[in-house]
């Protein structure tokens, strides 16, 4: 006889869009292992509930009126302790799922939680019935251990020189996490991108007039041109533009004989890599404050190595967001790598256009699935070892 496998628990789903609430059903089909089956209100063992959704306050509240012996767990970006209640972190993976439901199936009521604490509130401030919260700060990310220094950390000064250090800042604490980002609008970063974009929409050659160095940006060629060596652009790359520094930037077409600069043709730049060192040097190991370093970011198209300057573990990184989106700080803990290595990825790729910022919930609500092994890729790494002698 065909032996008949473990129940499903039935699970009802809130605060989620359509695409949310399909994709969460998918996750607990397939990845889970069907541990769990999406039913009606009415039906349901579990209340899953998003709390990063407008109004899960009043949803929560609800829940607890309506099924008061009903377990209930929540979904959040933000680390939750909320009495009576059971928190998955988002991205959701299907260990955390699979242990919540597995505990909270057996059972048909919590016990009293020790305390109630959460990041941020269920709903909107104007909101009413909410749960007595108060804020909390999650445990700093451990320092990444790196077994193997990278030839990029060997140099003398290395990219420690220009990337600084993010050692004493508790990630975690939100008014700590801002020093560890910087205003693009205040570094030449900033000009030389919308000097690009005015180049590329007039279809004209166009200097960028500066108090520094003048700068001539070719659209057709995509290249631009500058008197000056990394060193010094990395230098002025750095340093925060005053209000004397911004009035004394102007943008006009090029005038310049171009007999002087073939004179010169060292000088020339590919745009796109002149754009991600100037990036980078800007950066300096700090993360564009339009960029939440707690949600998901994702790669575009992947980066062309071959002309670009690279960062420590870059193509590590691109690897793992081309397996699907992973918040900044995520990227952290899974390489083991330092924080000022993947905010100044995210910086270059950002000012590149090669990287984007979730706004679907659908796209933050599970954790992606690692790769699957390449078996054939595999055995080229093996065939490769054997020719190095490793």
């Known amino acids: 006889m065909k032996k008949s496998g473990p129940v499903a628990i039935k699970v009802a789903l809130y605060g989620m869009d359509t695409r949310s ?89 919590l016990p009293e939680a020790r305390a109630e604490v959460i990041d941020k509130p269920l709903t909107e401030p104007n909101q009413s019935a909410q749960p007595s919260v108060q804020s909390v700060n999650t445990a700093p990310l451990p320092k990444p251990v ?48 919308s000097a690009y974009k005015v180049a590329g929409h007039q279809g004209t050659a166009q200097q960028l007039n500066s108090m520094w160095k003048p700068l001539l940006i070719f659209p057709q060629i995509r290249k631009i041109w500058l008197d000056a060596d990394d060193k010094q652009l990395r230098v002025f790359a750095g340093m925060e533009q005053n209000k004397l520094f911004a009035g004394n930037i102007s943008l006009s077409p090029v005038s310049t004989d171009m007999s002087q ?43 062309n190595f071959t002309r670009l300057m690279l960062i420590p573990d870059a193509l590590r990184m691109a690897a793992l967001l081309a397996n699907g989106p992973r918040t900044p700080l995520d990227m952290v803990k899974l390489l083991h790598i330092r924080p000022q290595y993947v905010f100044a990825f995210v910086s270059a790729c950002h000012s590149l256009g090669l990287l984007g910022q979730c706004q679907r919930q659908a796209d933050i609500i599970v954790q992606p699935e690692p790769p699957k092994p390449n078996k054939k890729q595999n055995l080229f790494s093996k065939i490769l070892h054997k020719l190095r002698g490793d």
């Open 146 to 193: 790196d077994k193997k220094r990278s030839a990029f950390e060997a140099n003398e000064g290395g990219y420690t020189t220009f990337l600084g250090h993010l050692s004493d800042i508790d990630f975690s604490d939100p008014s700590q996490l801002l020093n560890a980002s910087f205003e693009p609008k205040n570094y030449l970063l900033s000009y030389v991108l």
């Open 261 to 303: 600069l073939e004179r010169a043709a060292d000088k020339f730049q590919e745009m796109e890599a002149f754009i991600w060192k100037l990036s980078i040097w800007t950066s300096k190991g700090r993360f564009p404050v339009h960029i939440d370093p707690n949600a998901p970011v994702f790669l575009k198209h992947w980066p």
């Open 21 to 109: 609430y399909k994709t969460l059903e998918l996750f607990l089909k397939g990845p889970c292992r069907a541990i769990a089956e999406v039913v009606s209100d009415t039906d349901a063992e579990i209340d899953i509930i998003d709390a990063d959704f407008a109004t899960a306050g009043d949803i929560l509240e609800n829940c607890r009126q309506q099924h008061p012996e009903r377990p209930i767990v929540l979904l959040s970006l933000q680390t939750l302790r909320i009495a009576n209640t059971h928190f998955v972190q988002k991205p959701v993976t299907v260990e955390q799922l699979t242990a919540v439901l597995t505990q909270t199936g057996t059972k048909k009521q």
